[in-house]
């Protein structure tokens, strides 16, 4: 570094900026690139001690619901989307549980809509 | 008795200021005006902007006690000195007074470089790290957008610009702010106020600016690509992240330990959870007022006589060729990932939010992404790429810092 900052002129020939341009890019690649690295280590880490962590404490089976779904809920969904459909006539045929995120991606999508975007 | 009175009036006149007003400091009240009307109507960067331009406003009146102008070869101007009265005590010279106006010691933070820093703290107290940690691979994305730094560089060279006052406009495309008046404070501060508006006033544009690259560059194929949803990180290892940052960089480009080290510290009092106060000051009143002194202070140096030169016209293109190559080189990298197999695939959209401009970059890339696919949700993975970019300004600074500064 210190014989580059003595060397490098002014005005600069277009060659020297060149070398110096990707002296300047091999810096910053090598820099973030060295902290992925370190950071992905770190993450492997911390993913196995979370691992070993989880294999001491077992985890409940998931609950799933049976039979049929109970009045008070479907007034809930039925209440949902006539909201949801502004007053409009509907019809429900059927009613199954959510898959894909379908929920947490409704929920993004009401958030980024709050959002005013130029 | 009457003829005193209008005698007395008529040589109170010559104690006002009318007739040292010039016509370029009229030319500045309509630039001003301008960046005033783009903040305040259209909201255009305004916590930065408003000071900027006000202080601009300020710089373009013939004021008193408020800052010294002091005429420099070139035809620049330099702002903020202070006299000082020193008095032979021995071998040793006292400081007997400092004189000067109100900003002569405000704009010592810049001088200093005081301000930029402790922004960063600010930044780093309101960023939170956990998208770029857990896909660590979005750091290359920011080095990448770094590209369009490099390039205005060259051109900025190539048309009579000296090599400091190049890497001053070259930053520009980093769109980062602090980081461009920090690196300009110390290699050009004749440009200062050239080049924090040209940063600031491209930020405010990024919605504008970068859409057109990203559509240009990308298939509709890659706009439709859906990211893997990025695992938990915790508290614990959002803390080895920010000493791993600090220790690192520094390590390697000392000359940034100001940026860097003052936006790891905002960000592990942000993420320790023991220092909930210092966070809140952090991200609150301290970022909040030195923002106004640091942009008043950059508007004092927009004095017309500085700021209407060729020069200036030059560097706000330049800072538009920088923000274009350095959002090309994003999106293009994040391309060139997607050729390694195993990798999983990225949105070449999130390669643009590398160019810095928290979070406004990333918000981009999300309605990109979101008007090839309404249910893709690029966001928090955009804002892994959007935070590199500012690590890989503040080193590219370092870089110009340790090697142009003389």
Request: with cysteine; net charge positive; proline share 6%.
């Amino acid at each position: 570094m210190t014989a580059l900052a003595s060397a490098f002129p002014v005005h600069p020939g277009w060659m020297q900026n060149l070398q110096y341009q990707l002296t300047g890019f091999l810096v910053v690649i090598f820099a973030l690139g060295a902290l992925a690295l370190l950071v992905w280590l770190a993450g492997k880490i911390f993913s196995a001690a979370g691992e070993i962590k989880n294999k001491t404490a077992p985890v409940p089976p998931p609950t799933v619901p049976t039979g049929e779904i109970p009045a008070p809920v479907l007034a809930a969904i039925s209440a949902a989307v006539s909201v949801a459909l502004e007053g409009r006539h509907f019809v429900i045929y059927d009613v199954a549980p959510s898959v894909h995120g379908a929920w947490s991606a409704e929920g993004r999508r009401a958030i980024y809509r709050s959002h005013r975007l130029r | 008795m009457l003829l005193d009175v209008l005698r007395d009036f008529s040589s109170f006149f010559e104690l006002t200021a009318f007739h040292l007003v010039t016509w370029r400091m009229a030319v500045m009240w309509g630039v001003c005006g301008l960046l005033l009307y783009l903040a305040v109507r259209h909201g255009f960067e305004p916590l930065l902007l408003v000071p900027i331009a006000f202080g601009a406003l300020l710089a373009n009146l013939p004021t008193q006690n408020l800052i010294t102008q002091v005429p420099l070869p070139g035809g620049y101007i330099d702002t903020g000195s202070l006299a000082l009265g020193l008095q032979p005590d021995g071998d040793l010279l006292r400081i007997r007074h400092v004189a000067g106006g109100l900003y002569d010691f405000i704009t010592q933070g810049v001088k200093l470089e005081i301000f930029p820093p402790l922004i960063f703290l600010g930044v780093g107290a309101l960023t939170d790290f956990g998208p770029l940690i857990a896909n660590p691979r979005t750091l290359l994305l920011g080095a990448a957008a770094q590209l369009g730094v490099l390039v205005t560089f060259m051109g900025a060279s190539a048309i009579g610009f000296t090599s400091p006052q190049a890497a001053s406009i070259g930053i520009i495309g980093g769109a980062d702010g602090p980081t461009a008046i920090f690196l300009t404070t110390k290699l050009a501060p004749e440009l200062l106020g050239a080049v924090a508006v040209a940063a600031y006033t491209y930020m405010a544009l990024v919605p504008l600016i970068q859409p057109p690259i990203m559509r240009a560059l990308t298939t509709r194929n890659d706009r439709l690509i859906r990211m893997k949803a990025l695992r938990h990180v915790s508290r614990a290892e959002k803390l080895v992240f920010a000493l791993l940052v600090t220790v690192v960089t520094i390590l390697l480009v000392p000359a940034a330990s100001p940026l860097i080290g003052m936006l790891m510290l905002g960000n592990f009092l942000r993420e320790c959870g023991v220092t909930e106060r210092l966070m809140k000051s952090a991200q609150n009143e301290i970022i909040n007022i030195v923002t106004i002194l640091l942009g008043t202070s950059v508007g004092m140096t927009m004095s017309g006589d500085t700021f209407l030169r060729a020069p200036t016209l030059m560097i706000i293109g330049l800072g538009a060729v920088a923000f274009a190559i350095g959002t090309a080189g994003g999106v293009l990298t994040a391309k060139l990932m997607n050729i390694i197999p195993g990798l999983g695939q990225i949105n070449p959209l999130i390669g643009s939010a590398g160019v810095s401009a928290v979070p406004m970059a990333a918000r981009v890339s999300q309605v990109e992404g979101q008007r090839a696919d309404p249910g893709n949700h690029l966001l928090m993975h955009a804002m892994g790429p959007n935070v590199a970019g500012v690590i890989g300004t503040a080193v590219l600074a370092g870089y110009y810092l340790a090697t142009l500064t003389r």
